[in-house]
C-alpha cells in the first residue's frame, strides 16, 4: 500500500476574498471541531458502518472549495518513502482531482483525524489515514497522482480543522497560510472526549473490515 508522508512546510494559497473561505470555516466548526472541544457540547458516536452524519452537512460548493485548496498545495514532484518519484500536472487538475463523493469521505476521515491530533492520539490518528488510504488504494482505480492528492487533501483537512491555516493579507491579496511547523495547538481534550474520539475510531476501522 502507498502511504504519502507529506514534509512539513510552509504553504500558500491565494484567495480573491475572504467570505467563502469565512463561510467554509464556520460550517466545518459546527459540524467538526466543537463536538470534540467544547464540553458542554453534545459529541455524536459513530457506531458500526455509520458514516459522519455531521460532514455530509458539507454543501458540494464547501466540500469543492476544499479540493480547490488541498490540489493548489499538492506539490508538482513528490517522492514517496521508497523512493518512488510521482510528479504532477498542475495544468491538468481535472486529470488527478477525484469525484466530490470519495472527497467528501476524505475530509470526513480527515475529520476524525483532527480530533484524535487534538486529543493526541497519535496512533489512533495514524490508523485512521492509514485504514482510509487503503481503501482508496484497494479501489485499484486511482493513478499515483490521484492517491497523492486523497492524502494532501486529508493533511490540509487536518490541518484546517487544528487551526493549522489563517487567513492573512499580503499587498491587498487575501491568502491562506498553511504552517505545519505552528506552535502546539493549544485546545485541550478531556479524557472524556478522548475516549470518544478512541471510539469513533475503532468504529469506522471496524466497518472497513471486510466480512469473513
Known sequence: MIVFVMRQCMMTLKLSGTSE??????KLNKIAVPAVLAGTMMFTVMVGTAQ??????LSERSV???????????????TTQTGKVIEVDKKKPKDVMVPTDVARNVIQVARLSAHAQICKLIEAQAANY???MRVEVDKKKWTDQQLLYISQLHLFTVMWL???????????????????RA???????TEIQRK???EQIEAYLNSLKKPS
Open 196 to 198: 470518544k474520539v478512541e
Open 64 to 78: 469543492k472549495v476544499l479540493m480547490n485548496y488541498a490540489w493548489s498545495i499538492l506539490p508538482s514532484k513528490f
Open 21 to 26: 473561505i469565512s463561510n467554509l470555516l464556520k
Open 183 to 189: 506552535p502546539a495547538n493549544k485546545k485541550t481534550c
Open 162 to 180: 487544528t487551526g493549522n491555516v489563517k487567513v492573512t493579507e499580503n499587498e491587498g491579496e487575501k491568502e491562506v497560510v498553511v504552517n505545519e
Open 130 to 132: 492509514r485504514g482510509m
Open 52 to 57: 459522519f452524519a455531521e460532514a455530509k452537512e
